[in-house]
T-cell receptor
Framework: AQSVTQLGSHVSVSEGALVLLRCNYS??????LFWYVQYPNQGLQLLLK??????LVKGINGFEAEFKKSETSFHLTKPSAHMSDAAEYFC????????????FGKGTRLSVIA | DGGITQSPKYLFRKEGQNVTLSCEQN?????MYWYRQDPGQGLRLIYY???????QKGDIAEGYSVSREKKESFPLTVTSAQKNPTAFYLC????????????FGNGTRLTVT
């Protein structure tokens, strides 16, 4: 079955440290991949997306993600965490059918410690 | 500016009452979606619609109903049959392409007591 797994429901980093949020998918065909961010009591905002062009994708707020087909991964990174990065992050996958909605991971809550 | 409007932001109802959540978009998107969000469970798909006058059940459709009479509007009714309706509800829309991202509204927090 096609699925998305986000490793770690909660990640805590110090301000200025590297942020790494993990996302793995299960599919025999490389899908389209997305990362979203959600601040408390708000909707989700698109951070970046991979649609089979460059494997390293740059997004908003200094985030980027690398698609690795061999590892079926699409981890999200940011070199230096800022307090404003504290939020919940969702990985989502589109499994190549225009009639199938995105499948979301369960989310990772990022805390940034001063 | 184009976007998705969900109203109201907060909604309170007594148990046994039906309640309708509004979702309107002016992005000219064909597809619209309703998700339910509970702490630690991510987003779960309730219903989605790819075209006017047509919609499909998602993973947790029981106790919910929708209509899609206009391209811009996709209201969700939480019926009294929904056993645990208190949650944060998110509406989204997209173009009909698997590479198109979803655009989300700011959600409605429903509390049923």
């Amino acid at each position: 079955a096609q699925s998305v797994t986000q490793l770690g429901s909660h990640v805590s980093v110090s301000e200025g440290a590297l942020v790494l949020l993990r996302c793995n998918y299960s599919s025999s065909v490389p899908p389209y991949l997305f990362w979203y961010v959600q601040y408390p009591n708000q909707g989700l905002q698109l951070l970046l997306k991979y649609t089979s062009a460059a494997t390293l994708v740059k997004g908003i707020n200094g985030f980027e993600a690398e698609f690795k087909k061999s590892e079926t991964s699409f981890h999200l990174t940011k070199p230096s965490a800022h307090m404003s990065d504290a939020a919940e992050y969702f990985c989502a996958v589109s499994f190549f059918s225009g009639n199938t909605p995105l499948v979301f991971g369960k989310g990772t809550r990022l805390s940034v410690i001063a | 500016d184009g976007g998705i409007t969900q109203s109201p932001k907060y909604l309170f109802r007594k148990e046994g009452q039906n309640v309708t959540l509004s979702c309107e978009q002016n992005l000219n998107h064909d597809a619209m979606y309703w998700y339910r969000q509970d702490p630690g469970q991510g987003l779960r798909l309730i219903y989605y619609s790819q075209i006017v006058n047509d919609f499909q059940k998602g993973d947790i459709a029981e106790g919910y109903s929708v209509s899609r009479e206009k391209k811009e509007s996709f209201p969700l009714t939480v019926t009294s049959a929904q056993k645990n309706p208190t949650a944060f509800y998110l509406c989204a829309s997209s173009m009909r392409s698997s590479s198109s991202p979803l655009h989300f509204g700011n959600g409605t927090r429903l509390t049923v007591t």
